[in-house]
């Protein structure tokens, strides 16, 4: 109980699992670069650099996965620590990716400048956003507030696939995108900055989650109106939840972006809020890796199978083209084998299980 | 004149044509166990909500130790030092029993916001948790999940959550609801407990007549939204309209109608 304060770095080291984790994901364009025989840099060209080779093309699958855990573990703060149900996440994580994209394409700013005002900007737009969808309906209950962000977030979708500035639902090209942190030029540099990035935000929820904060947002879940009749104004801590949620997938979008050097109104679609949801349920609500593993499994399984074929007798079956099908029998099975998801169920069955020696 | 803590003027609480609380004016002086009875539908419940804010009364005021509070949102009110218990059990079923009582300590401190420090390393919400954990019998249950706590349990809990936070005023809706009557004097005891260690103002809505009867320093009846009587036990046991339009209807009706 009276345990004195443990500083950041000795709780970090205690988690060994993931000291691993980081040392393995770190050294994994090298460990795939030397098992394929290829560059984790590309190939030179001339003074351009080529996207070329395993190590390279696994490097930009796995900043994929890391953009999407970002997103889960952000939208299962929200969902799985403070009980609120958005349908709207998309709206943060394509509103930081667009403020970003009119900042490189449409100032004449300097391209390192513009791009980092324009992340720093598009972070500030997406709490500004957090804030005011929280303060016009968090006072709202359960499935109204749930319909709103909804209807918010298809404004946007629907404003910005239409609006000429932005090449409607072309969308535009990030041409101008600053060395150091440009996928085809320079791809490793991204993936170390996605790793960190979701590094951080691991660390930053469940820093955040086991705080006085932390235990306030699980009460709000677990019964508003007692954490009201104890004297939390939790109208507060939803904002705060919702705030830091919506910044937290603004980052996801400003990666994705860059990623794909490319800004469309797909990344405002119902694909982004509806892919962290199934992710958060699948890997466990409520939990602080549940979102991770999801994320990961998801997309890892997404890149293995989209261009699969399945050959039964003489029938040849293109996985891609049931793909969502089996998306579907998936979350389905793991929504009845595993009711809480798989971290969830795993945690209660370690829990009830007797302890022996 | 008495030390007044809590009093309602003229309170009024319509719901569309429904007039569930008429007209109840009601003082609650420092350090009475007040019970308010009456059958059911007579406004009680109600007339709780309206003392806690969790309703705004149609017309009429409530004031706390001589402020107006009638317009002050129910966490307000809990800093000003009112707690409240639930007539249906309001815990925070998947978090520890130790948890649920840390989360009513640390309400009224100041660490709320503290987001870079781990919950658990406030060690006087812990010590608070445990003091309150140890007064209600919870002590060895702290660290179960409090949903799998046994009813009478969940009662108990929600007593020491109301005390953790160290309130004036304590309003409890129905502490007995749904108990096995052989756990009922283990909860009396605890209530009594309460008042005379911190000299407690208690106000208790009740169903369960022996308790109201040896616990209560005062009464109120209510009937059909209205005050039909107040006074100390032995004049409300004496009181002839009591008797007939509470007592006897609740006397003659089977047992266990009351839940």
């Known amino acids: 109980m009276a345990i004195p304060q443990a500083s950041f770095i000795s709780r970090l080291l205690r988690d060994k699992w993931f000291i691993f984790l980081l040392i393995a994901l770190v050294a994994f364009p090298f460990v795939v670069g030397l098992l394929t025989d290829s560059s984790p840099f590309g190939v030179a060209r001339g003074d351009r650099m080529i996207m070329r080779g395993e190590s390279v093309r696994w490097q930009a699958v796995l900043i ?3 953009i999407l855990a970002i997103l889960a573990m952000s939208y299962n703060l929200l969902f799985g620590f403070t009980g609120v149900i958005s349908f709207g996440h998309a709206l943060f ?57 909804l209807a918010v977030a298809e404004m946007f979708f629907i404003f910005l696939g239409r609006w000429q500035l932005t090449r409607a639902e072309d969308g535009f090209a990030i041409t101008d995108l600053p060395m150091w942190i440009d996928p085809s030029q320079n791809r490793i540099s991204v993936y170390y900055i996605a790793l960190a990035a979701a590094f951080l935000t691991f660390f930053f929820i469940r820093r955040l989650v ?32 919702i705030v830091v949620a919506g910044m937290l997938a603004g980052v996801a979008g400003l990666l994705q972006v860059v990623l794909n050097k490319k800004v469309g109104p797909e990344i405002l679609g119902i694909a982004y809020t509806v892919d962290p949801l199934l992710m958060t349920i699948i890997g466990g609500i409520g939990t602080f890796i549940g979102p991770v593993i999801g994320a990961s499994g998801l997309h890892l399984l997404d890149v293995f199978l989209r261009d699969a074929t399945v050959r039964i007798g003489g029938l040849v079956i293109d996985i891609a083209s049931i793909w969502a099908l089996l998306l579907g029998v998936i979350f389905i099975l793991v929504v009845i084998v595993f009711p809480l998801g798989i971290i969830g169920t795993w945690q209660r069955w370690r829990m009830k299980r007797p302890k022996r020696e | 004149m008495a030390d007044i803590l809590l009093e309602a003027r003229g309170l009024r609480k319509t719901f569309g044509g429904l007039v569930a609380v008429d007209d109840v004016s009601l003082t609650i002086e420092r350090g ?34 001589g402020n107006d509070i009638t317009s002050l949102p129910v966490h307000r009110r809990a800093h000003l030092g009112i707690g409240r218990s639930f007539q249906i059990t309001n815990i925070f079923a998947n978090l520890s029993v130790l948890e649920n009582a840390r989360l009513a300590a640390q309400a009224l401190g100041k660490d709320n916001f503290r987001i870079l420090r781990r919950a658990d390393s406030f060690d006087a919400y812990t010590a608070r948790a445990y003091e309150v954990l140890e007064l209600t019998g919870l002590r060895d249950a702290a660290s179960l999940p409090a949903n799998v706590l046994p ?12 005390l953790a936070s160290s309130p004036d005023l304590l309003l409890l809706d129905e502490p007995t609801a749904g108990m096995a009557s052989e756990q009922v004097p283990d909860l009396i005891t605890i209530i009594d407990r309460i008042r005379d260690l911190g000299k407690k103002t208690i106000v208790m809505v009740e169903h369960n007549m022996s308790v109201v009867m040896n616990i209560s320093t005062r009464i109120t009846v209510m009937h059909q939204g209205r005050v039909l009587a107040e006074g100390d036990p032995a004049q409300i046991t004496a009181n002839k309209t009591v008797q007939s339009v509470y007592l006897g209807e609740l006397y003659d009706l089977p047992k266990g109608e009351d839940a």
């Open chain 2, 151 to 162: 009813h009478g349990g969940k009662r108990k809990l929600e007593l020491a959550m109301i």
């Open chain 1, 210 to 241: 086991n705080s006085p904060t932390g235990a306030v947002l699980k009460a709000i879940r677990e019964n508003e109106d007692r954490a009201q009749s104890m004297g939390y104004n939790t109208i507060n801590y939803k904002l705060l939840s």
């Open chain 2, 32 to 65: 009475t166990m007040h019970s308010i009875i009456g059958p059911n539908g007579a406004g009680k419940t109600t007339l709780f909500n309206l003392l806690t804010g969790r309703y705004r009364p149609t017309s009429g005021k409530v004031f706390y130790k």
């Open chain 1, 93 to 149: 994580f394509g509103t930081a990716g667009y403020v970003l994209g009119l900042m490189l394409e449409y100032t004449p700013l300097d391209t390192t400048l513009a791009f980092g005002l324009g992340a720093v900007a598009a972070i500030a737009v997406c709490a500004l956003l957090g804030l005011v969808i929280g303060l016009v309906t968090l006072r709202l209950k359960g499935v109204y507030f749930t319909i709103f962000t």
């Open chain 1, 64 to 66: 994929e996965v890391y």
